[in-house]
């Protein structure tokens, strides 16, 4: 089964620059990589996609390296509004012609005073 | 504001009883993806709908059900409820129903069941 792997939580101090990396086994060929935030009790909100290299757009980057098993989000100078949990897309399970997503269990960022 | 509409907020009901959750996609989007969030867990994915037809099953129980309709709206049909079913119950669309990987999703706001 594809499966991410992501810290389950991290600190930061608000300003400083905050980087979750999430690992994705079995990534296929035309699959793009998206992270999702999520406040407590709100749905889960896009924050970026991206496919090979680096992507970036005003709220964060998007990096991801040549053999694409895993990917970085970048958060830039992080304030106490960025606390929220982060997901990264799991890859679809391809069964058939069903492709199944699976969110990961996500990251737990919380950003200090 | 996602456009991905959700109804009812709240719904309070006890064991063995059934509810419907209704969702209303963005204006344009033609897929609609439904999801289980209990305390504290991630989002399980449960259906996905695509322009009326079912396109993937998650983990979703037998006494669970959807379907879309013509309009593209979509119900979620819980039966037998258990106390275990408590949980967030999120609504996403997209415009493309090849798959959750490569489509961008737009959530709702969720409906929170709580069964008693």
């Known amino acids: 089964l594809a499966k991410t792997t992501q810290p389950i939580s991290m600190d930061s101090y608000e300003g400083q620059e905050v980087n979750i990396t999430c690992s994705h086994n079995?990534?296929?060929?035309?699959?793009?990589i998206t992270w999702y935030q999520q406040f407590p009790s709100q749905g889960p909100r896009f924050i970026i996609q991206?496919?090979?290299t680096k992507v970036t757009n005003e709220v964060a980057s998007l990096f991801i390296p040549a053999d694409r098993k895993s990917s970085t989000l970048s958060l830039p100078r992080v304030s106490l509004s960025d606390t929220a949990v982060y997901y990264c897309?799991?890859?679809?399970?391809?069964?058939?012609?069903?492709?199944?997503?699976?969110f990961g269990s996500g990251t737990q960022l919380t950003v200090l005073p | 504001d996602s456009g991905v509409t959700q109804t009812p907020k709240h719904l309070i009901t006890a064991t063995g009883q059934r509810v419907t959750l209704r969702c209303s996609p963005r204006?344009?989007?033609?897929?609609v993806y439904w999801y289980q969030q209990s305390l504290d867990q991630g989002l399980q994915f449960l259906i996905h709908?695509?322009?009326?037809?079912?396109?993937a099953k998650g983990n979703i129980l037998e006494r669970f059900s959807a379907q879309q309709f013509p309009d593209l709206h979509s119900e979620l049909n819980l039966s037998s409820l258990e106390l275990g079913d408590s949980a967030l119950y999120f609504c996403?669309?997209?415009?493309?129903?090849?798959?959750?990987?490569?489509?961008?999703?737009?959530f709702g706001p969720g409906t929170r069941l709580t069964v008693t």
């Open positions: 204006s344009g989007d033609l897929s």
């Open positions: 079995n990534i296929a060929t035309n699959d793009y």
């Open positions: 996403a669309s997209s415009v493309g129903g090849r798959g959750q990987g490569s489509s961008l999703q737009y």
């Open positions: 709908y695509y322009n009326g037809e079912e396109r």
């Open positions: 991206g496919y090979k």
């Open positions: 897309l799991s890859p679809p399970i391809s069964s058939g012609s069903a492709r199944q997503l699976t």
